[in-house]
């Protein structure tokens, strides 16, 4: 009989309590900053990270390769003969590719690595849907199949407040950094197919951010599709409380609704004041 775990990193947001329901297991990414090492969820936070970024850029890297070996290992001498991991996007980390390396050394143990080609609420909500899958009783094979389809119709936008990490963290240039923060430019960014992150839109001001947050989430929205709807905050949990309301009122007729904080290790590279929106079509 097959018993099958769920594993997730912890870019992917979940709520503690989702986490506990579902038993879901979290490999926390690794956080370097004032000359200590830290794991994401564990023993820093995203509220942490922002009081750093006031002197340094944190470093961050892939989850420990011993801890990771370690909770296979632990899995398959608990009776575990699957398990099913959706992992932070291939374009923004290696996590993913690590732990197809780590389950080599456990072959007892059948282990499907899935790139969630996403992250925060995107990845989040796909572990939660398998999570689910496992407690209805579907086999392995079964959920394998459907996961492709669920990452394929995920759709997640955020805005950041400010450029300047972004660029104090070499992922723009300082020239659009200064332009974009001169011009009060929220981008708003999105997954493309391939993982990568990607500016989809630019607003002027940080007034007009929740609704076009809302209008990107409606294009996916269909008469009579089924859907799961998410809202993450980074360090502005008014701004994520108006844009549930808002977002909800819009499109009240979701299957699941997830809220979260989104987490350390992207807060490094983003900083407060981030609010995201996005949804996930169910096909079946």
Known sequence: MEKIAVITDSCAD???????????FVLPLIIRAKGREFRDGVDITAEDVYKILKTEIPKTSLPSGEDTLALLRWLRMSGYTHAIAIMLS??????????????????ELEVLVCDSLSGSIGS????????????????????AARIPSLIANSHVFFSVDTLEYLQKGG?????????GTALQIKPIVSFLPDGQ???????????????HLCQQVGRYVKPGCRYNLLVGDGGDPEGGAQLQQ????????????????IDATLSCYIGPGVLGAGIQILED
């Open 124 to 143: 989040g909500i796909t572990a939660i849907e398998v999570a689910e899958d496992v407690r209805r009783g579907k086999s392995a094979r079964e959920i």
């Open 246 to 261: 808002k977002l909800g009122e819009l499109f009240p007729n979701y299957e699941r609704y997830l809220y979260i904080k």
């Open 90 to 107: 291939s374009g923004l980390s290696g996590t993913a590719n690590m732990l197809r390396i780590m389950a080599q050394q456990v072959p």
């Open 14 to 24: 979940i709520p503690p309590e989702l986490v506990k329901e579902y038993g879901i």
């Open 171 to 179: 992922r723009i240039g300082r020239i659009a950094a200064l332009a």
């Open 197 to 211: 992150l990607s500016s989809v839109e630019k607003v002027r001001g940080r007034k007009m951010v929740q609704s």
